[in-house]
């Protein structure tokens, strides 16, 4: 048996927050424009952004907008590319256990 399941492309009647880290900021305000413009493109009908400093507090900031109303959440940051990988786990092990 196959079964398909096929959400609607209408963000009408939706809440949606964005979280975005300030840090390297000409980066993340252009992602953040381009999830702006595709929002609105699906007729979102509430959008907040939460600008936070960094990666570290997106998890929070995500956690804080869905118990705050949102109907869903997007989370935007950029790291650098080449962590060490101990700094790198340390990050995820962060994100993942604030969101605990």
Known sequence: MIRVVEGSKSGAGLHVGVAVATWNQGITDRLLQGALD???????TEIT???????LELPVAVKTLVESGCDAAI???DAPVRLPPLVSHRVTAAGVEALG
């Not at 595709?38 to 979102?44: C, G, K, S, T």
């Not at 952004?49 to 990666?55: C, D, E, H, N, S």
């Open 38 to 44: 595709r929002l609105q493109e699906m007729e979102v």
């Open 49 to 55: 952004v939460l600008r936070v400093p960094g990666a």
């Open 75 to 77: 989370a935007i940051g």
